[in-house]
């Protein structure tokens, strides 16, 4: 009788092992490419992944911090099971195999829309720096080699008429260490294209005795525009945005989308998408540019790389025509 109750609780234990083996083989991994711990890609991916997780049977998420956009594009280019968060600019470079993705495109779709981007040009009082002339002679961190602040920053400063290479001493400093760097006063400026508020940016205005300075790029985006494709915009970060701000900052802009793989199954696109639209109040709470993902942003004019067929089955069905 021993035996026999040995042997069912052994048989038992190994149908149980076997089921959590197949169960864990059925398991899907997602990573979401994100960006450094300074920007707001990294918490916002960490609540992306946190949603799918929740929400989606069978499906495990993580949200991986990387360079950027640049890095992002990459990931999904090697890996179509993969998501990626990623500046309009870099995308489009990656699509048409140019810039950073000169060594092949990347068979990028749009899966949604997600907030704008402003372009940052941070210094302080202490520094001098007021205009886009006063980099002239300076240390001036660009952004790190993955990202696409780095390309966006190359291009303002190809419009302000300045060389990146002759007319300043570059860094290439992702946005937590640009902020310590012009703290501890190792740089005299540094880029950044992100969402607001960016922590980064605001432990600079925040910090004792610093008096944060926010350089205008708006009025080089016609430039922009003309030689690259007429993706930017013009906006604001407005006054008071971070600790030390005193007045509106006139800004170039450029979309953030959510970008995939081309052969991602129609069906992942589409549950991915739904819950982000639907869950959006949980994102929110992570970040506030969440607020963003909206049905009526969902626009071709947003975003010159096609939708998703995924993607666009969701948002159409909700009265989108993409």
Do not use: C
């Not at 993969?82 to 000169?102: C, E, N, R, W």
């Amino acid at each position: 009788m021993r035996k026999t109750i040995h042997l069912f609780a052994s048989l038992t234990a190994a149908a149980v092992m076997f089921a959590g083996g197949a169960a864990l083989a059925q398991q899907q991994t997602i990573a979401i490419g994100t960006g450094g711990t300074g920007g707001v890609y990294y918490p916002l991916g960490g609540g992306m992944a946190n949603v799918l997780s929740k929400y989606l049977p069978g499906v495990q998420a993580t949200a991986e911090v990387t360079g950027g956009s640049v890095d992002n594009l990459k990931l999904i280019a090697t890996q179509p099971g993969q998501i990626g968060l990623s500046m309009v600019d870099a995308a489009l470079d990656a699509a048409d195999g140019t810039g950073k993705f000169a060594s092949g495109k990347v068979p990028v779709r749009t899966l949604m829309i997600l907030y704008p981007n402003r372009m940052h040009v941070v210094s302080t009082a202490a520094r001098g720096v007021t205009k886009m002339a006063d980099l002239k002679g300076k240390r001036v961190s660009t952004g790190s080699p993955g990202s696409a602040t780095e390309v966006m920053a190359f291009r303002v400063i190809e419009a302000a008429g300045l060389d990146r290479d002759k007319d300043m001493t570059r860094e290439r400093l992702g946005v937590a260490e640009s902020g310590n760097a012009l703290k501890d006063g190792k740089i005299d400026a540094f880029f950044w294209v992100g969402g607001l508020p960016t922590a980064a940016v605001t432990d600079v205005g925040a910090t004792p005795n610093v008096k944060i300075a926010l350089v205008d790029t708006a009025e080089l985006v016609d430039k922009m525009n003309a030689k690259y494709s007429p993706i930017y915009s013009k906006g604001a970060i407005p006054a008071k945005t971070y600790p030390g701000q005193d007045k509106d900052n006139a800004v170039a802009v450029v979309q953030n989308i959510l970008v995939a793989n081309a052969n991602m199954p129609d069906d992942v696109a589409y549950n991915i998408v739904k819950l982000f639209i639907e869950k959006k109040p949980e994102l929110v709470a992570v970040h506030r540019e969440a607020e963003n993902f909206d049905l009526k942003n969902q626009l071709k004019e947003n975003s010159p790389i096609p939708f998703h067929p995924g993607a666009a089955k969701y948002f159409n069905e909700k009265g989108a025509k993409l």
